[in-house]
């Protein structure tokens, strides 16, 4: 599975920009959970969203939670992350993640992910 990350750009503190992440055509999408990771200069990736194939319900780390919307388009097999309100901290590489068995709960840690997007870069200024 090749997924290809696009979306990032800079953008000015309570602004808006949404990633997009389309998997290759050949990929059962539909029946895979998606996620949104990111990482900081010095920091270690951590979750930001996720997406299952099940229809289940999104789930949000809590610094993103009110802002952030995860959603999929299984037809194009295209996951995607609006990001409004955006603040300074949100500036990170965004990554997105999808698993490799169908189904299964969704999951908030980077080792349940089993391919890997290159990322796009977010730069929020003050």
């Known amino acids: 599975v090749q997924l290809q990350a696009s979306g990032g750009g800079l953008v000015q503190a309570g602004g808006s920009l949404r990633l997009s992440c389309a998997a290759s055509?050949?990929?059962?999408?539909?029946?895979?959970?998606k996620g949104w990771f990111r990482q900081a200069p010095g920091k270690e990736r951590e979750f930001v969203a996720a997406?299952?194939?099940?229809?289940?319900?999104?789930y949000y780390a809590d610094s993103v939670k009110g802002r952030f919307t995860i959603s999929s388009d299984n037809a194009k097999n295209t996951v995607y992350l609006q990001m409004s309100s955006l603040k300074p901290e949100d500036t990170a590489i965004y990554y997105c993640?999808?698993?490799?068995?169908?189904?299964?709960?969704?999951?908030?840690?980077?080792?349940?992910?089993?391919?890997w997007g290159k990322g796009t870069l977010v730069t929020v200024q003050r």
């Open positions: 993640a999808v698993t490799r068995a169908p189904g299964g709960s969704l999951g908030t840690s980077a080792h349940e992910y089993d391919y």
């Open positions: 055509r050949r990929t059962t999408f539909g029946s895979r959970n």
């Open positions: 997406v299952g194939w099940k229809g289940y319900r999104p």
